[in-house]
């Protein structure tokens, strides 16, 4: 088979295969018709996750019974998890909680074997050509994620035409992450299967599966190393760039044994480390892949910084000396990483999703603002003092927001409201101020802008099955074009995430 035909029916072939390649514990699901006609789709038959988390005790440890039940009866801000209260009866609400509090007859193994075993190369190392096989500026691309129809689109970003599109796995999750020079770009679906992709020859390298339920990827400002997070097993695991071999499995545990969910893992570049968050366990985890720190070049041993909350999401300070992070509880809190220890407090309300942040000066000050997923503010935090400078009031609870070193202004989506979410509001980072509002398709979810690399444009996605890419004069703030898509949801600059612009997400 070609690999443009397999990559055409992957996600199909991976629904069928994966029930053949892992163990089949489901018996206790099949039996709750509940739980198959409207939490399977999303959850997987077999508990183990999908679009949604696995529904395992393991994972559920935050989680009290009694809130499980709340979370069915009226769903959770800023998921995807709908309220069944009136689709459901009190008893059949009931009975899925105690389904998913239960432990499955058998656990499947997800290990060194299984995920060696899993890999599938297309291009041997160093076969291809080391340039570009077309004329575009190979730096000045976009990386388009259409949900749609599990698709991604290599946009030019000086003519706005796509390059190529091909087909994706199923439920790519936590944004793509490109090598150092721009040439690759790496994705992570939710159901585990890492993907290397040659950007220059337009071809998929190398796949492999390093979960079952994964969070997100990071790859090394080196290159050299990626590092996947996952929700289920509780593992981080560490992968050679060059085929996507695998070097390390790591079992994330505390000093008693309890394991944890991993949040999120990024690249501290200055650091030559990764920094993980844990969903189970108040620790956030440095794995260094410094020579000096790694001699034998496999050992990733976790540097543990014991934190008083969780964060289940975090943002870097320019310097990558601190993490400034959250729970779902709302508590926020600055941790030193030099140090080891938390070092200050932050006022951060209702939900803010610290991993959209954006930082910028203002007034001869670093400041960091974030969205946030629950109310309608954007908060602006003194990155000297830890303290709030200004919130900014939205329209509605918001998801995304971006700026670019070259542009006056911030962009931040009205996502999470009820009756807003087809607008871009604009924010001017000299006054704090609100200075306009963009519809980019009335009526339509408008959501994550994203700038070329010399910041003169800024692309916007409608976030619809029948949507498109609104791309704006990032000074005018007028519409210049606009590219039909499937469902559009992220989209990521080369040149922007390469250098780690301050404007977009690292």
């Known amino acids: 088979m070609s690999v443009p035909l397999f990559n055409k029916l992957m996600p199909g072939l991976f629904l069928i295969l994966s029930s053949l390649v892992l163990p089949i514990a489901w018996a206790d699901a099949e039996i709750n018709p509940a739980y198959q006609t409207h939490c399977a789709s999303c959850h997987g038959a077999d508990r183990l996750g999908g679009t949604g988390p696995a529904l395992l005790p393991g994972n559920l440890d935050r989680l009290k019974r009694p809130d499980a039940i709340k979370t069915i009866t009226e769903g959770r801000l800023a998921t995807q998890m709908p309220a069944f209260g009136t689709k459901l009866t009190a008893q059949e609400i009931t009975s899925l909680a105690e389904l998913i509090y239960a432990p499955l007859a058998k656990t499947p193994t997800w290990g060194m074997d299984e995920i060696r075993t899993s890999r599938v190369e297309y291009a041997k190392t160093g076969s291809l050509p080391d340039k570009p096989a077309f004329k575009a500026d190979p730096l000045n691309l976009f990386v388009v994620v259409e949900l749609g129809d599990h698709h991604a689109t290599i946009l030019d970003g000086d003519k ?16 793509p992450k490109f090598s150092p020079d721009g040439r690759y770009v790496y994705f992570a679906s939710r159901d585990g299967w890492i993907a290397k992709y040659d950007i220059w020859n337009l071809k998929l390298v190398a796949e492999i599966r390093a979960g079952i339920n994964t969070r997100n990827l990071a790859v090394s400002s080196d290159g050299r190393f990626a590092m996947v997070a996952n929700y289920f097993p509780h593992t981080l695991v560490a ?65 543990r910084l014991k934190l008083d ?23 926020g809190q600055v941790v030193n990483l030099n140090v080891g220890r938390k070092i200050a407090d932050v006022a951060l309300p209702g939900l803010p999703h610290l991993g959209s942040g954006i930082s910028w000066r203002y007034q001869d000050q670093t400041v960091m603002a974030t969205p946030n997923l629950k109310e309608g503010v954007v908060s602006v935090i003194d990155m000297t003092s830890w303290k709030t400078i200004k919130q900014i009031p939205t329209l509605g609870p918001g998801f995304f927001m971006r700026s670019h070193e070259r542009t006056p202004y911030a962009w931040v989506d009205v996502f999470n409201s009820s009756k807003n979410r087809d607008v871009i509001q604009i924010i001017d980072k000299k006054t704090l101020e609100l200075v306009k509002e963009l519809k980019p398709s009335p009526g339509k979810v408008a959501a994550h802008t994203e700038f070329t690399r010399d910041g003169k444009y800024a692309v916007v996605s409608v976030w619809e099955n029948d949507g498109e890419l609104v791309i704006y004069d990032a000074k005018t703030l007028e519409v210049v074009k606009r590219i039909k898509m499937n469902k559009p949801s992220g989209k990521y600059n080369v040149y922007n995430k390469i250098t780690r612009s301050e404007g977009t997400s690292h």
Request: glycine fraction near 6%.
């Open 160 to 175: 706005f035409e796509p390059i190529t599109r091909f087909a994706t796995r199923y439920a790519l999750h936590g944004g």
């Open 239 to 303: 992968l050679d760039t060059r085929d996507l071999t695998p070097i390390r499995v790591i079992d994330v545990k505390d000093d008693g044994g309890k394991s944890s969910r991993v949040s999120a893992v990024y690249d501290a570049a200055p650091r030559k480390s990764f920094i993980a968050a844990l969903k189970d366990i108040p620790e956030v985890w440095e794995l260094s892949y410094d020579d000096k720190a790694m001699p034998d070049k496999t050992a990733f041993a976790p540097r």
């Open 309 to 331: 909350d969780y964060l289940d999401d975090f943002f870097f300070d320019p310097a990558y000396d601190h993490v400034i992070g959250s729970s779902r509880g709302g508590q």
